[in-house]
């Protein structure tokens, strides 16, 4: 899974292992910020997704 960053001065946004040593957008070095995704959402489809199978294994 990606790690995004994001630039605390104009807010660019830089998905991968680690970002750029300065800005391509603002041009400031180390200005980074980890963003750190919470993928609940993808837990509970994945959830919903079992669930329906489970429905029509049971009927
Ligand atoms: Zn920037």
Do not use: F, I, N
């Amino acid at each position: 899974m990606e790690t995004e960053w994001e630039c605390m001065d104009c807010g660019y946004l830089h998905e991968g292992k680690s970002p750029p040593h300065r800005c391509p957008d603002c041009g400031s070095v180390d200005a980074w910020e980890k963003v750190e995704y919470v993928d609940d959402w993808d837990d509970e489809e994945l959830e919903d997704e079992e669930e329906l199978q489970a429905e029509e294994y049971s009927d």
